[in-house]
């Protein structure tokens, strides 16, 4: 059983669409993921673009990667260092603990993730 950052049993972050790296709707830490997609996070718009500005466009559907593409207010498994460098640059995103795999931890302390719990949007 794998966990979430709060010891417990670690939950599905979104099925529709269908995320994770393995495309089982978890954001379950894997080894062989090079780009750790461990964050359980609810993107928006503002995000969604400064990806895309970035380079890494998640609007845009790609089938052959099983990916219909993102909109504003999906929930899905976003890499670690993406989540760490999209809240930097002020394109923050809410996560869903529960949906988070414990290895955010090594990264990130319990308190920080806290703060950006989507139960604490205003």
């Not at 996560?95 to 703060?115: H, T």
Request: hydrophobic share 35%.
């Amino acid at each position: 059983m794998q966990k979430n950052v709060l010891g417990t049993e670690l939950k599905t972050c979104s099925l529709d669409p269908l995320t994770g790296a393995k495309r089982d709707g978890y954001c379950s830490y894997d080894k062989r993921d090079p780009g750790l997609h461990i964050v359980a996070a609810q993107v928006t718009q503002g995000f969604l673009d400064f990806n895309k500005a970035q380079g890494n466009d998640l609007i845009t559907p790609k089938p052959q990667w099983q990916f219909t593409g993102l909109k504003p207010g999906d929930w899905w498994c976003i890499c670690m260092g993406v989540w760490l460098k999209s809240k930097a640059a002020g394109y923050p995103l809410y996560i869903n603990l529960e949906a988070c795999d414990e290895k955010v931890l090594d990264y990130v302390s319990l308190e920080e993730l806290k703060v950006w719990d989507y139960r604490n949007q205003n």
